[in-house]
């Protein structure tokens, strides 16, 4: 199914490269203005930009490290001052430090938690009066599979992860009188360059998780996509505070 989302504004934190790329590219292509966050990778950043103005759509790039509350802050005062409203806000930019528990630090700790629990709290709380200036919004929170089940070296990323999912069913019920849905994803493993910081190898992660999926093949990022947009339109209005896991069966396979 195609969506519609001429002159909906959407905010993808995290947007440059990966799934926030993806994402922010595919809700262009259905008609929206994006608004790119991105920390460090202000050239990936810029490819992004051009890929959507490409597209006939407005593209503002904003660099702001979400981990930061004050630049939470500044990142949605733009968005206000540029196009005064939002649509819709992706919280999909996500950080940690993947090593064992006995490994771990509380400066890692704090910096996981930060980035991508606190910052989808605080980014929701801002989104919120920008999305009542448009009669209402979405909010959809990228977590993971680490949430619920171990895995190598994830300790700390799954307890964030499990955190945003929490926070996820609060702000559902919370924000739903305000007419914004809230709903997080929870996708299996995508080769992306973020495996690359996993002790286990990009390789072996990738063709363990192909061989374990029943569906014969990973979740990309263009998949996390397409269930993205469709959690934004009218369609999934009822969905509500809900974890939607994409992950080919990978999950529930006995192996």
């Known amino acids: ?150 895995l190598p070296d994830y300790a700390v990323i799954g307890a964030s992860k499990a955190a945003l999912e929490a926070i996820t069913r609060y702000c559902a019920v919370e924000f739903a009188r305000h007419n914004i849905v809230v709903n997080a994803i929870s996708p299996g493993i995508i080769d992306t360059d973020a495996l690359d910081y996993f002790r286990l190898g990009r390789d072996v992660m990738v063709q363990g998780a192909i061989e374990r999926t029943p569906a014969g093949r990973i979740v990309t990022a263009q998949d996390v996509a397409n269930l993205v947009a469709f959690l934004c339109s009218p369609e999934a209005n009822m969905i509500r505070g809900q974890v939607i896991v994409i992950d080919g069966g990978y999950t529930i396979a006995v192996t």
Do not use: C
């Open 1 to 150: 199914m195609t969506y519609d989302f001429t002159n909906k504004i959407a905010l993808i934190t995290g947007s440059g490269r990966g799934v926030g790329k993806a994402t922010a590219l595919h809700l262009a292509r259905l008609g929206a203005d994006i608004v790119i966050n991105y920390l460090r990778k202000r050239v990936a950043a810029e490819e992004t930009a051009r890929e959507i103005e490409a597209l006939g759509r407005r593209a503002l790039l904003v660099r702001a490290d979400i981990g930061e509350p004050d630049n939470i802050q500044r990142l949605f005062a733009e968005v206000d001052q540029q196009f005064g409203g939002l649509d819709i806000l992706v919280n999909n930019a996500a950080s940690g430090y993947a090593r064992p528990i006995l490994e771990q630090k509380v400066k890692g700790w704090d910096w996981t938690m930060n980035i991508n629990a606190r910052a989808a709290l605080f980014a929701s709380q801002q989104a919120v009066p920008l999305m009542q200036k448009r009669g209402g919004g979405v909010i959809v929170n990228i977590s993971s599979m680490g949430s619920m089940r171990t």
